[in-house]
Structures are given as structure tokens and as C-alpha cells.
């Protein structure tokens, strides 16, 4: 009887790890980017996805909303233990405040994973006024540039 049941709790322990499959870690759940002038394109920002499950993990899509961009070096798995990185650009068509966000699909089981993404979109003039001000205020420049 002691055989049976120490086999069936190895066995039940076996199962359950495979069972876990591929599981998404994200180094960042949200990305805030800064004002950036309408018609242009920001930096990037990354973000790391990290496979800690047992399996590996195979990936559909990573779509961004419309006024960001991302590129990945993702490709289309992402073995157990592995990283990639997602990087996100801010490319706002309209002023004001934008949100959106990247969308990541896959095989794990709380497919799909979200980014949110927020940033504010302001015509060149704005920038430039944000300057002036800055000057007439003699304001220092170490964090603007």
C-alpha cells in the first residue's frame, strides 16, 4: 500500500509540473513616455519577457496600438528560462494625452499579456514655448536634453 501511494504522489507530482507549461514574467507592466512632438518618433523604452515555466513558450503576436512601435527580439519561441526583449517607441499623430497599449499572444495560459502605454502628443511650437519660458526663468537644461 506504501508503494502505491508514494507512486502516485510522484506521479502527481510529475503531473503538475507539466502541467505548468510556458509561464510570461514581464520586467514592466506599464511604459510612460514623455511629451514628444506630433510626426515624430521617441526613443525606446524595453521591456523583458522572461519564460519561467517548463515548457517553451510560442509566441503569435506582439502588436502594438496605433502611435506606438515596437520592435523584438523575440522571434517566434522563447525556450523555458529564456529572456527576450520588446522594445517601444511613441509615435503620436495628434495632441494631447494618448493611451494605448502592446498586446502579446501566446501559448501560455494567461495569454495574452498587456502593456499599457501612455504619452502625451504636443505640436513643435509647444516645445519650443516650453524652452523660451525655461530661458526667461533661467531655468537649467541638464534634465530637458
Do not use: W
Not at 76 to 101: E, L, Y
Amino acid at each position: 500500500m506504501k508503494i502505491i501511494r508514494s507512486l502516485a504522489l510522484q506521479a502527481l507530482c510529475c503531473a503538475t509540473m507539466l502541467a505548468q507549461g510556458p509561464v510570461v514574467t514581464l520586467s514592466a507592466h506599464s511604459l510612460t513616455f514623455a511629451n514628444q512632438v506630433i510626426g515624430t518618433t521617441s526613443g525606446s523604452q524595453s521591456v523583458t519577457l522572461t519564460n519561467s515555466g517548463t515548457s517553451v513558450l510560442s509566441i503569435s503576436s506582439i502588436v502594438p496600438s496605433a502611435g506606438f512601435g515596437e520592435t523584438n527580439n523575440c522571434g517566434s519561441s522563447v525556450p523555458n528560462g529564456g529572456q527576450c526583449s520588446i522594445n517601444v517607441t511613441f509615435s503620436p499623430t495628434t495632441t494631447g494625452p494618448i493611451s494605448g497599449s502592446v498586446t502579446i499572444t501566446d501559448n501560455a495560459v494567461e495569454s495574452p499579456q498587456v502593456i499599457s502605454l501612455s504619452g502625451t502628443g504636443i505640436r513643435g511650437i509647444d516645445q519650443i514655448q516650453h524652452i523660451v519660458f525655461m530661458v526667461k526663468e533661467n531655468r537649467s537644461f541638464d534634465n530637458y536634453f
